[in-house]
């Protein structure tokens, strides 16, 4: 039996939460809190297996009580369940060492499915929060890359794209190379599709 403790300062929705999970087979709710320090003092007594962890309550954030918790070392996974989408609550969540980050407005299914896979050892990071968070992302290209880069975006070859910017074959395969690089792809879809989705290019 999993055991979960709920960290939520919305007692309607803390409560909505423990009577959700406590209907799976394999789940059980062992303590809630509305507010942070409450939560850390309890989490560290009752040693559950999952804390779900609210950003923003009183006294102590979710983010903070997580940092705490793997400053004593405390042997459990952490949910942080979140309404905003932004990029230092996802980089001080990701510093914490959270093995899931959700949006509130998720269905509770995927919370459920969640929680177990991150007892089996997957960090789970919801997608709609992260596509939001990287369109932050500060653009990593230089001019003539994003030139390159909108050159092969009408599907010109390496040697076409040469002869459109007076530049050798060889350089512009160099220039493709980093753009792969800089942007941790590996074709050249891939890295205008991560461009398109950021706003580098149109």
Do not use: C
């Amino acid at each position: 039996m999993t055991s979960i403790y709920i960290a939520e300062d919305q007692e309607m929705l803390n409560s909505a939460l423990s009577a959700i999970l406590n209907l799976e087979d394999d789940f059980t709710v062992i303590g809630n809190a509305t507010e942070g320090q409450t939560a850390l003092k309890e989490i560290i007594s009752l040693k559950p297996d999952v804390a779900i962890l609210d950003i923003e309550m009183p006294q102590m954030t979710g983010l903070e009580v997580a940092k705490e918790l793997r400053l004593t070392k405390q042997d459990l996974k952490i949910v942080i369940l979140t309404t905003f989408a932004r990029k230092i609550y996802f980089e001080l969540a990701v510093a914490a060492q959270v093995n899931a980050y959700l949006l509130k407005d998720g269905p509770t299914d995927k919370l459920v499915d969640t929680i177990h896979k991150i007892l089996d050892g997957q960090t789970i990071y919801d997608s709609n929060l992260v596509s939001t968070i990287l369109t932050a992302v500060k653009n990593p290209l230089t001019p003539q890359e994003l030139k390159i880069m909108k050159e092969f975006s009408q599907g010109k070859s390496t040697q076409e794209i040469a002869d459109s910017v007076f530049l050798s074959n060889g350089t512009v395969r160099n220039y493709i190379s980093s753009i792969l690089s800089k942007t941790g792809t590996h074709s050249r879809i891939e890295a205008l599709n991560i461009a398109k989705k950021n706003n580098w290019i149109e």
